[in-house]
């Protein structure tokens, strides 16, 4: 095992994933608490892992480019980098105002 | 100046929200308020219902304010923003912008209002006549062409 | 739409006007007020005296605003300008814009003041502190400006 | 005497004058009724005449180009025929809103 495969490990950790609107409704959760495998660095790779969860999260994420999601309360690109977040949001576009 | 931000499922008061902001001041030359209301859209609704994000919904107005603050010479500022069943004709949204002149009030108000439209986590679903529950309201790309003007 | 013009030494009141305009209705999605309020100059001035002239103070605003109509789609619109002496604080014009859509609202209340600065016969003198009269307040380069961005 | 003077000559009347703000102030008074001359034609014309009326009328029309006027409650430029006016008014730049 290298320096750096045991530093991914370390980092593994449980995360509280929240869904609004019709995102919410496709997945049929309002929140839930994942564990965040190894390799899930940036928000398109945790949609990635999202997607193999089952169908309302495939139908959540069938067109991935319209889904927004936001790190600890603040609007992210899919680049975005986890890190050390702690709440994960993902939601349609916002249709407040 | 700190901008007043509320995330409510109450009415909200104009006369009085624009009191709070003036009282006792006469250093302020113009106000402009924003109210946006429930339409019926030609009397096909019932009602909006209006989801949102705690936490964030406050977060991220209050970053939108105090990019507005920045930006413009401001005397007060208030955004409240409602959530739950509206119905038309009522109030969903008040934006009041205070400054010594009126370009200002004006330009932050509809600064306000362009932002929270594209950046505020709410999303409004209709509720229909026949009692049912309508579909989402769709993002327009009107709005994020208006947010886009500021740049 | 008939455009709500007043011209009044009383004060006037936000929510009464909103109210007047928006009554039952559920066809308003976007409500702008503007308020001009007197500015103490920074403890220089106690009042400020407005002189107008009557008749064409009505007719003049009745034109533009009936230009504001022309231009945008509009639910309401609401001109009131006070006349007399206006202490610091106190309230001096009005302009309430309604509209299915804010960017109508927004823009015919923002036009409504430029032209009113520009074209409504009102003339503002200063009255100081320490009890004298003061000079007639100097048309400003900006606000004539500001009306030819709607030409 | 030609057609034209004859007709010219009908037309001469009396007018009235309205006065605000420092305009007001300068000529000392408020208002008044004026009989106006033949040749008086635009609103530059009665402009002129009135500046041969006193040292209150001059100083009143010192700088004639910020001086507005209204026929009949309506903004008129210098040129304006005055024609059948029955209320012309003269005052500074608008300082309202």
Known sequence: ?97 | MIPVIRIQAEDFDLNAEVAALTGGRADIGAIVTFAGLCRDEGGRLTALELEHYPGMAEAEIGRVAAEAANRWPLSGLVAIHRHGMIKPGEQIVLVVAASAHRRAAFEAAEFMMDYLKTRAPFWKREHLVDGSTGSWVEAKGEDDKAAERWS
Chains 1, 4 share one sequence.
């Open chain 1, 1 to 97: 095992m290298t320096m750096t495969e045991t530093l991914t490990e370390t980092r593994t950790r449980t995360l509280k994933l929240v869904y609004f609107a019709w995102v919410r409704e496709r997945i049929g959760l309002a929140e839930e608490k994942v564990e965040l495998p190894a390799e899930t660095r940036t928000i398109a790779d945790l949609v990635r892992w999202l997607k193999t969860r089952g169908e309302g999260y495939e139908a959540a994420f069938d067109n991935e480019a319209i889904v927004r999601a936001a790190i600890d309360h603040s609007h992210v690109k899919p680049d975005a980098v986890i890190a050390d977040a702690s709440e994960i949001a993902f939601f349609p576009p916002m249709t407040g105002g």
